[in-house]
């Protein structure tokens, strides 16, 4: 693979953001897809790197939109539409394809969904117990440590709180404060000022109240006040501090299960109007066709001149 594609695909998922991985695994000439040929696409629609020409590519990118809503890798292969019912079985898209050549080729688009992703202020025995918790479910640990010296995940991502811009927060991005009264204020306004979902803060109820009470005093109202869980976590009764970041995880795994923080990726941006090619019968993307003509009063769009040619040359064997 293209190295400048395997940067891009790591600073992707670094950032928690979705993309499909589409390679091409067999083509037969003549066909400007090869075997190995990569691509990176992304919700929008960007395309990074290159699987085929002019005519494949509306393909791949309505198939990696559908890939991206349902979360499964799908094959799909492209070729003459006579040679579709030979490539039809379970889990393979076909999709006809003229482009006046005979090639075709086999494409595995395999959806790259970002991880659940936690953010957890502090350096307490609860905060080290929850980032090695959370990175065994397979979850993005960010820790904010202000004072070092403890030990993480290697996984983990450690950053101070001067470092917070850096850090992508959503509104799939539970928080926990866990701070031992360091540092709780500035991180709960920081908290307060990120869309996140879940802001749980670990304290007693008295430290809680100062907390709250400085915040109303800079002020916050009870509207925002209210997205601070404490304590934090499902009562588990009179548990030791690393316990507690079991209660904790209980907690988000709870939520999550329930579909709080389930949206892990953007919507895919909506497929482009379009219509179908009467002769070959490929989806054209109406905004971007490069070839049409009138015909009973209405516009006929095609994927390329050879299906124009041959509409023009004998309308009537293309018309309904």
Request: proline fraction near 8%; include cysteine.
């Amino acid at each position: 693979m293209d190295r400048q594609l395997l940067r891009l695909a790591a600073d992707l998922h670094r950032r928690h953001r979705p993309f499909v991985m589409a390679t091409v695994v067999w083509a037969r000439a003549p066909s400007s897809g090869k075997p190995g040929g990569t691509a990176i696409i992304e919700p929008d629609g960007t395309i990074h790197g290159w699987i085929g020409g002019a005519c494949a590519e509306p393909a791949v990118l309505r198939e990696a939109r559908r890939v991206l809503n349902d979360g499964v890798a799908k094959l799909m292969y492209m070729g003459p539409a006579e040679e579709l019912d030979g490539h039809r079985r379970d889990g393979i898209v076909t999709v006809p394809i003229a482009c006046a050549s005979e090639g075709s080729m086999e494409i595995f688009m395999e959806p790259v969904l970002p991880q659940p992703h936690l953010v957890v202020f502090g350096k307490s025995p609860a905060v080290q117990t929850l980032a090695r918790l959370a990175d065994a479910l397979d979850w993005a640990v960010t820790v904010v440590d202000d004072e070092g010296e403890a030990v993480y995940p290697e996984a983990a991502a450690v950053v101070t709180l001067e470092q917070w811009e850096s850090v992508t927060v959503d509104e799939n991005t539970p928080i926990v404060v866990a701070t031992q009264g360091h540092y709780d204020e500035p991180a709960l306004e920081l908290a307060l000022a990120s869309p996140a979902p879940y802001i749980g803060m670990v304290s007693s109820a008295t430290r809680a109240e100062t907390v709250l009470g400085y915040l109303r005093d800079r002020g916050y109202d009870d509207i925002a006040l209210r997205r601070i869980e404490s304590p934090a976590g499902v009562d588990l009764g009179a548990i030791e501090h690393r316990e507690i970041a079991v209660a904790v995880l209980a907690q988000l795994v709870a939520r999550r299960a329930s579909g709080a923080f389930e949206s892990l990726s953007p919507t895919p941006a909506p497929g482009p109007v379009s219509a179908i090619d009467p002769v070959c019968g490929m989806e054209v993307e109406i905004a971007t066709a490069r070839f049409s003509t009138t015909h009973d009063d209405g516009l006929l769009y095609f994927c390329c001149p050879a299906c124009l040619q041959a509409f023009e040359a004998e309308p009537a064997a293309f018309s309904s």
